[in-house]
């Protein structure tokens, strides 16, 4: 069964940083490894927004709004993902997921960010 988990939300005060992480389990390597991670965000009431993605190569693109302050990063031997972000501001604030494009209705719990002074 494939999973994915999120972590390394919490409250930060704008200016702050956080660094997300998504282990996955039940997929093989080279399924993993035959696509870019994705990670998304979502307010409740609005669509899950593409935040940002990265290939087996490194190759990394990101939404205009995180552009400069986020950065996606994989280690493809252990599947896992992470979003190092900078910067936050309270447009940030937002429930935070990865995914693999080969398991499109498969969806993690989330990690919460909450960006407020």
């Known amino acids: 069964q494939v999973q994915f988990v999120e972590s390394g939300g919490g409250l930060v005060q704008p200016g702050g940083s956080l660094r997300l992480s998504c282990k996955t389990s039940g997929i093989i390597t080279s399924v993993f490894n035959s696509a870019a991670m994705a990670w998304y965000r979502q307010v409740p009431d609005k669509q899950r927004e593409l935040v940002a993605s990265?290939?087996?190569?490194?190759?990394?693109n990101y939404a205009d709004s995180v552009k400069g302050r986020f950065t996606v990063s994989r280690d493809n031997a252990q599947k896992k993902a992470y979003l190092q972000m900078n910067n936050l501001n309270p447009g940030d604030t937002s429930i935070y997921y990865c995914?693999?494009?080969?398991?499109?209705?498969?969806w993690g719990q989330g990690t919460q960010v909450t960006v407020n002074s």
């Open positions: 990265i290939t087996k190569s490194g190759t990394a």
């Open positions: 995914n693999h494009p080969a398991y499109p209705t498969t």
